[in-house]
């Protein structure tokens, strides 16, 4: 093998090794801003559970003060 051979050997190496810690870059953000969108999607869905709760303990707690007088 010459030296140009070897040389050309390395370069495709390090070609290859790059072009894969961009793929696995690419990857690891994909992987990244889905988590974050499904943090988002269960945070706004537990808030909303949240926010009846609360609205159900206020109807129940108004309905006992205007309930009928003893």
Request: hydrophobic residues 35%; positive net charge.
């Amino acid at each position: 093998m010459s030296n140009s051979e070897a040389a050309r050997h390395r370069a495709e190496a390090n070609f290859k090794k790059k072009e894969l810690q961009v793929r696995e870059g690419a990857k690891a953000v994909a992987d990244y801003e889905a988590t974050g969108r499904a943090v988002e999607k269960k945070t706004a869905r537990l808030k909303a559970l949240r926010l009846a709760k609360e609205e159900e303990r206020r109807q129940a707690e108004g309905a006992k003060k205007s309930g009928p007088p003893h």
